[in-house]
Every structure is written in C-alpha cells, then in structure tokens.
C-alpha cells in the first residue's frame, strides 16, 4: 500500500495525503503558500491578522459555534502564520474527517471579517505585540533578524508593529485574502487512518468551486547587512544573538548545516552548551539555530546571561566557533549528530500532526514529498569535508551580526565585536 499520494483538483488545488493505517486520528491542515514576506507597507501585519479573524464567525457558524463544533466530538483547532505561509489545522478521530474539512473550509471561504470583530481582535493582536515585547528571549530573534536582513520583508515581524495593526481595515484584509488565498497556492495536507481518494473527494467538495490564481510578487534575495546593535531594556538578563549567514531551505548544503548546527550548539552535548553552561555555569539558555527560506537563510547563536558575564559568554561563543574552524569537527561529533538528526526525524514521524506538518510544508515550499527515505540519506552523506567549507564560507567576520538586547549600552560590548 502506497502511503504517500498528491492529487490536483482542476482548480489548481493540491491535496497531499499520508496513510497512518495504525493510527485513529486524522490531521488535516490548509497550507497558504503566503506569510509575512509577501506584505506591503500597507498590508504589514495582514497575513497573521486574517489568520485571527478566520477564527470570528462564518456565514454559517458564530466564533463559539466553530470551538463548539470541534470540541464537540474532541478535536484540536489551531493556526499559524509563517513568514511564508499560513496553516491553519486540526486533528480529529478518523470518524470525524469530514466535519473537519468542513469546518476548516468554512473558516477560509466564508469568515464574515465584521467590522466590530476586526476592531476587537485589533486589540487582541495588541496585547499579544505587548505580550511579545515582555518576552525578551524571544523578542531578540526577531530584533536580529530585522538588523541581518534590514529592509528586506523577511527582516520584519510577522505580528507587524502596533501602528500597522491600527491601520488595518476590512478592505485591506479582504484584498489581501483574495490576492492569495487562490487555489493555485493552497495544500491540502493530511495524514493519518485516512484513504486519499476520500480526502481528495472531500476537497473537492468543499473547496473545488474557488477560482482565481495568486499574484505572484518576487521580493529580491536579501543581503547579509553586518552590524552591531543594543536595544536597552530594564531586564536581569542580556539576550543576544550572535549570527552569519545560512543556507536557504532547497540548498544541498540544509543536511550539512544541521549536522554543523547539532555539533555547535544543537543540543545538551554541543560545544557551546558543554563550554558555556556545564563547565562554567554562565547561562542556562544557550544554542544554535538555522533559519531557512525559499531563498536565504541565517545561522545564529543565542544566550542569555548576566551583564556582567556578557563579555565572558561573547568570547566563549567566537573562541569555540574560531576553534571549531581551525581544528575542524571530529569524526565522533560528525557520527553522534547524524544519530542525533535521524533520530530526531523518526521520533518526531510518530503521530499524525507532525507527519501532516511535514507534507503541508515541504509541498508548500518545495513543491514536492521528500521520502523519509532520502532524508536520511542525505544526512548520512555528509562528510567533514562538507562541515569545513561550511565553516569557511558561513564564519567570515565581514558577515557577523551581533544583536544584544538588555540593561546594557555600547561601551559594554566587549573588544573581540568592535568593530564588527
């Protein structure tokens, strides 16, 4: 039995499914194949306040008819917005998949988008900005990658700013909604006790009358922009980023970048944890991340510390990256992060949320299944080789960002960042 199958429906609509025959449930999950990058001045914020508003009421269900519905026969209902894409899904027993689809479809074809709503989750998405900004391990993310890709729409903030929420209108989010939310940019995805031709029917049902094709709107690829920023703020801890460039998520160079991530800061056996948190004890929160898109992507190290151990943890961060580049990974750090990597794929396959994650997104982005298969594949071909010249090319200090955010000012900074 083939587990993995894609149809189109002559809308242009995509449905990918993948049979879980030993499980119950059912994940069903609406892929927009647009996110905060494809925002304008005007619309900055749009995407992740339609987001909200698909959730206010529909033609035929009130906002609590539609958590009604779900809970009644219990059901998990969620969404997110992406930089670039939006997903909204929910996971139900496999008896109830087509009230799922019909709900989900409500939600995306005939939300109402009342005026007194929209001035309501205004407020909302306010207080969730404010709730943000009271976040400062998270908030530094978003001020880092506004610094590394300054101007650029992958650069800003996918709730917007407080000023661009207030001047959202009803006008301005349908235009939106209706420039992209068109058949040839939405997925399908679902993966569980499922048969494919049901959930093709279903979507075909529910959504095969929608008509239109998106406006496809290229930003340029954004460009590194080095630099050195504090943002002052009244915390006990300073948080800070320190990050270069990455690779983009269709790059064959994405497999030898989370082995180099897993062996830098990916985990509790990483060198930064090991030299930062366990043997001297200066940050509880420390690690590394890659942050790919269609195009471009950054690679970054995070910590949180006291001011006073800043100076400490900074040199910590570029003396083990400088001696990872000198000495080169070992063959024992290169074998215990593929483990790592391949087991991370596996157990995170085990329930039918996280394998519909994975189809909706890869098709949304890369326009294809990628076989667990393969996956694992490319893992094990990485070589030390292909780490060394990730290292070289990646860690050039002509494209390090450094981005503090804390009770800190510029003559704090220590000496191995000036210049940057």
């Known amino acids: 039995m083939q587990m993995y199958n894609k149809s ?37 914020g749009a995407s992740h306040f339609i987001e909200h508003m698909l959730f206010k009421g529909t033609e035929k269900r009130t906002a609590r008819e539609i958590s009604e519905t779900v809970d009644a026969v219990g059901g998990q209902l969620n969404a997110f917005t992406a930089k670039e894409h939006t997903c909204y899904y929910i996971k139900v027993l496999d008896t109830h998949v087509e009230l799922a689809m019909d709900v989900l479809s409500d939600m995306l074809t005939g939300s109402l988008f009342c005026p007194e709503e929209i001035e309501k989750e205004k407020e909302v998405v306010l207080e969730e900005i404010n709730m943000y900004e009271d976040t400062p391990d998270e ?47 939405i997925v399908v995805a679902a993966a569980g006790n499922l048969k494919h031709e049901t959930i093709v029917a279903l979507a075909e049902k529910y959504l095969g009358h929608l008509k239109g094709s998106s406006v496809r709107e290229s930003s340029p690829v954004p460009q590194i922009t080095p630099a050195l920023s504090i943002y002052g703020k009244d915390t006990e801890q300073v948080h800070f980023c320190l990050g270069t460039i990455g690779v983009p998520q269709n790059s064959e160079e994405i497999y030898a970048v989370h082995v180099l991530n897993n062996i830098l800061g990916g985990g509790t056996s990483s060198r930064l944890f090991q030299s930062i948190r366990e043997e001297r004890g200066l940050a509880y929160s420390v690690y590394s991340y890659q942050a790919s898109y269609s195009d471009a992507g950054l690679f970054a190290v995070y910590a949180g510390t006291r001011p006073n151990n800043l100076n400490m943890v900074v040199d910590l961060v570029l003396q083990d990256i400088a001696r990872l580049k000198a000495e080169k990974p070992t063959m024992e750090e290169l074998i215990r992060s593929k483990e790592q990597l391949k087991s991370g ?62 009770p800190i000012e510029g003559k704090d900074l220590p000496s191995s960042l000036q210049p940057v």
């Open 8 to 44: 189109f429906l002559a809308n242009g609509l995509r449905v990918v499914t993948e049979a879980m025959p030993y499980v119950k449930s059912v994940s069903l999950g609406i892929w927009i194949g647009s996110g905060s990058r494809s925002e304008s001045t005007e619309t900055l």
């Open 139 to 185: 908030l530094i993310h978003d001020l880092f990658v506004d610094q590394a890709w300054s101007g650029h729409p992958l650069g800003r903030s996918i709730l917007g700013d407080a000023d661009a929420v207030k001047r959202l209108e009803r006008d301005i989010l349908i235009r939106f909604k209706n420039r992209h939310y068109t058949p040839d940019n």
């Open 345 to 406: 794929l596996l157990l995170g396959l085990e329930s039918s949320s996280s394998r519909m994650s994975r189809l909706g997104k890869t098709e949304i982005t890369l326009s294809r299944y990628i076989p667990l298969e393969e996956l694992i594949d490319k893992v094990d071909k990485v070589t030390l080789s292909d780490l060394t010249e990730l290292l070289e090319k990646m860690f050039v200090r002509e494209n390090l960002c450094f981005t503090a955010l804390g």
